[in-house]
């Protein structure tokens, strides 16, 4: 079970105007990488790896959209459950 107050907080980090400068730069780092520049291929796997996890942060306030959407489904379904 979730803490009451999960979403809301994810839902303050994300309109923080310091939220919006770190994924600017965590967008500028993610494009400096460039998979083309890996001269061997440990530095690609490097690269790709560091990419995946640059993109994670990328895409944490959408993934926490949806999450919340499938959270507040599966309660729904739960209380209709529970009345039956």
């Known amino acids: ?3 009451d107050n999960y ?3 994810y839902r303050e ?3 923080n105007s310091g939220w919006k ?4 730069d ?4 993610y494009n400096s ?3 083309d520049d890996c001269k061997d291929y440990e530095s690609f796997l490097v690269v790709k790896t560091r990419r995946a996890e640059l993109r994670k942060l990328l895409d944490l306030e959408q993934l926490m959209r949806v ?6 489904e599966e309660q729904n379904l739960e209380i209709h ?3 039956i």
Not at 21 to 24: A, M, N
Not at 26 to 29: A, E, F, H, I, N
Request: hydrophobic share 40%; no cysteine.
């Open 1 to 3: 079970m979730l803490p």
């Open 7 to 9: 979403f809301e907080t």
């Open 13 to 15: 980090l994300f309109i």
């Open 21 to 24: 400068l770190f994924l600017e």
């Open 26 to 29: 965590v967008q500028d780092t």
């Open 33 to 35: 990488l460039s998979l």
């Open 67 to 72: 999450s919340e959407e499938r959270y507040e």
């Open 81 to 83: 459950d529970d009345s």
